[in-house]
């Protein structure tokens, strides 16, 4: 049972059919002028619509990358350029693409903190603006699935004259995006965390906003992202575009997962269900169960999940999300993401519940003897 769609996706049989053509011919440059290498260019012309309209962006302004990764650190290096003297203000339970892409332009980088229901602080956001060169807000969280107050956080920014990127990363595909409303200057995506390829991502740029690209050289992407295109991953990651914006996933599995969970154990937390979250992810703590024991145990099952602590032999390392949040360290160590691909249903939920009974009433009954488990599985995306 796969458990981890948060983590990454496998490529959609439509969107692998797309890539096919493209693998096994039509190895053509597509900035080469011969008719080969125009039919690659009009199948990336034709997949960077796909992704626009996943967004609601025009062709224009979307700029092929190598992954969500480079997307935003291109975002943010731009900004850093462009922009005046200031901080860079990014929220406390970012994405290290996000907090390491800030802090590796030498700016100052400020937190915005979070709330125990795992939104962001938006009248801290407010203060902090002041003497802030731009803004970075992840669109929804990787670990909790909160969706962040961007809305409120965009509309701040613009009064305060400040650019927004922001981090889409988790939100593309499980819930339907707008790149003006709210308005934001730039967005990132991946294709591999809705069911495209690995290794491609895309970044919105607004129409007219000034832009300096991270990567130089053969002035592809109009010059704003050089390096030949990856033919094949682009379409596989425009079909899946396409396909994702019908096909968003609904709370069904995370919901009977949840409620089954919470009258089949004692001492569960569900952290972040107050507040809106993606359909498909649910941050747990389990009493009394380590997460990395827990993810051994899953996985003796056949149950792939992430825990939601970076955990290292006999001792898991609470993530920087839950200690934002306030989640004590010894409650970090037993949390676990479960996110359901999107196919999932309440049966998928309700198997997964009946797993994560079993390993935690485990787990409980051999801890309650001393037996600590080992534990050595890092988080994953
Ligand atoms: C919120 C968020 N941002 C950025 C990334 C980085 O994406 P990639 O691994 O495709 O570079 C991830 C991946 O897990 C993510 O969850």
Not at 120 to 140: N, Y
Not at 153 to 178: F, Y
Not at 188 to 205: D, E, Q, R, T
Not at 272 to 283: D, K, V
Request: aromatic share 2%.
């Amino acid at each position: 049972m796969y458990l981890d769609a948060n983590a990454t996706t496998p490529v959609a049989p439509e969107a692998l059919d797309a890539m096919l053509p493209w693998l096994r011919g039509g190895h053509e440059n597509p900035s080469a002028g011969h008719s080969g290498g125009k039919r690659a260019r009009e199948a990336i012309e034709r997949a960077r619509g796909q992704v626009a309209a996943l967004i609601g962006a025009e062709p224009g302004e979307i700029i092929f990358t190598g992954s969500g990764t480079e997307s935003v650190n291109t975002a943010i290096l731009s900004m850093h350029r462009l922009c005046g003297p200031g901080h860079a203000l990014v929220s406390s339970i970012e994405h290290s693409a996000v907090l390491r892409g800030a802090a590796a332009t030498g700016r100052e980088v400020v937190e915005i903190p979070c709330l125990a229901d795992g939104r962001v602080d938006v009248d801290a956001a407010q203060e902090l603006m002041r003497g802030a060169a731009f803004v970075s807000l992840m669109t929804a969280n990787n670990e909790t699935g909160v969706i962040q107050p961007l809305a409120e956080i965009a509309a701040l920014a613009r009064e305060a004259g400040l650019p927004v990127h922001t981090d889409a990363v988790q939100a593309a595909g499980k819930i339907p995006l707008d790149v003006r409303d709210p308005a934001v200057e730039m967005l990132s995506v991946a294709a591999h965390k809705f069911y495209g390829p690995k290794g491609v991502g895309a970044l919105f740029v607004r129409r007219k906003l000034r832009f300096e690209p991270m990567l130089h050289g053969g002035g592809q992407e109009q010059g704003r992202r050089s390096g030949t295109e990856n033919t094949p991953g682009i379409v596989g990651m425009g079909a899946a575009a396409e396909l994702a914006a019908s096909r968003m996933p609904d709370a069904a599995a995370r919901d009977a997962f949840e409620a089954a969970v919470n009258s089949g154990l004692d001492g569960v937390t569900l952290n972040g269900a107050t507040a809106p979250r993606l359909p498909n992810t649910s941050h747990l703590s389990l009493d009394g169960c380590d997460a990395g024991g827990m993810l051994i145990l899953l996985d003796e099952a056949g149950v792939a999940c992430s825990a939601g602590s970076a955990c290292m032999t006999g001792k898991s390392n609470p993530s920087h999300v839950q200690l934002a949040m306030g989640i004590p360290e010894a409650r970090a160590r037993t949390s676990l993401r479960v996110s359901f691909p999107r196919d999932a249903t309440a049966e998928t939920g309700a198997a997964a519940a009946e797993a994560v009974i079993a390993a935690a009433s485990k787990l409980r009954r051999v801890q309650g003897h001393g037996v600590g488990p080992v534990s050595v599985y890092p988080v994953a995306g």
